[in-house]
């Protein structure tokens, strides 16, 4: 059973991708990122069939790389989530006065590594207008973004969007710069040595991004197994760990660290540098996301 969040759709038109990457591999990229990047292209064909994930990504990065804005109608759906959840990643949350605009003060923690915290050498305006219509009219439509801005008691008014919007294309090309390197002695296929995050492109992990989050910072969606809250989906591109990681109380996991996406990662190239709970940092969440894509790129073709 997994307990889902609000969902807000966004249904456009559409143009087809073109890149250097093909439809069809962009495809087997975002169905390996949400259902299992250890899946074979035969496996992940067969998902293709019954989901409409890969056609809502694909429909979001198609919008974010168009130069004309595309129609947009929004549906929704209830919402249901775990708040003991919500009080942790509430409690690891602080204004700092870093920005004036409190949307963007609680989720702009630098990356841990100064070596890591990489200046944008660009802002696409184009780009930033787009993402600023979907988060404009996601609050004009008190949808998911706005909801869970109440959930997190932030106020917002439409000039701080547009200011976050900026904020969030900025950190993903920041982060679309960064080289990795493995620091784990562990052999393994898929975590490969170097992992060069620019060969994601930005439109790609915007568009997983609101897919998976619709760009609100700490989002999540918690799994439950056996009637016991086992893994946590957090952040951005709604990353995948163990709850034990994000919280050591008996009352939310099991007392069992698995190794899920954010451990594996975290041990392999970031030297365990990260909790849990910072996901929900835009740079913390994007970078997870970005190296996550990177190393399923890597692989599958």
Avoid at 55 to 67: C, G, I, N, R, T
Avoid at 119 to 146: A, Y
Avoid at 208 to 222: D, G, H, M, Q, T
């Amino acid at each position: 059973m997994i307990i889902s969040m609000l969902s807000v759709l966004f249904l456009f038109s559409c143009v087809p991708v073109q890149s250097e990457t093909s439809e069809e591999n962009l495809r087997y990229i975002v169905l390996a990122y949400r259902f299992g990047y250890g899946l074979s292209k035969e496996k992940l064909a067969q998902i293709a069939e019954r989901t409409t994930y890969d056609d809502e990504v694909l429909m979001y990065y198609e919008y974010f790389k168009a130069d004309k804005p595309s129609k947009v109608s929004i549906v929704k759906s209830p919402q249901i989530y775990d708040e003991r959840i919500l009080n942790v990643i509430k409690s690891n949350l602080s204004a700092n006065g870093t920005s004036s605009i409190k949307l963007i003060d609680l989720f702009d923690e630098p990356l841990p590594k100064a070596e890591w915290n990489l200046d944008s050498d660009q802002t696409p305006p184009k780009l930033v207008e787009k993402v600023q219509r979907l988060l404009i009219n996601d609050w004009n439509n008190k949808g998911f973004f706005h909801e869970w801005c109440k959930r997190f008691s932030i106020e917002v008014n439409l000039e701080d969007l547009k200011s976050y919007a900026e904020f969030l294309v900025n950190a993903c090309h920041s982060i679309s710069k960064l080289k990795l390197s493995r620091i784990s002695s562990v052999q393994s296929n898929f975590f490969v040595q170097k992992v060069d995050l620019s060969i994601v492109p930005s439109e790609l992990m915007l568009a997983i991004c609101y897919v998976e989050s619709k760009l609100f910072p700490a989002a999540f969606r918690a799994e439950i197994r056996n009637d016991v809250l086992q893994a946590v989906s957090v952040g951005l591109g709604q990353t995948l760990a163990d709850v034990d990681s994000l919280s050591r109380e008996s009352d939310i996991g099991n007392g069992v660290k698995d190794l899920y996406t954010f451990e594996l990662l975290n041990f392999h190239y970031f030297e365990n540098s990260f909790s849990c709970a910072e996901l929900s940092q835009v740079r913390a969440g994007l970078l997870f996301c970005g190296t996550l894509l990177a190393l399923i790129w890597l692989n599958l073709f």
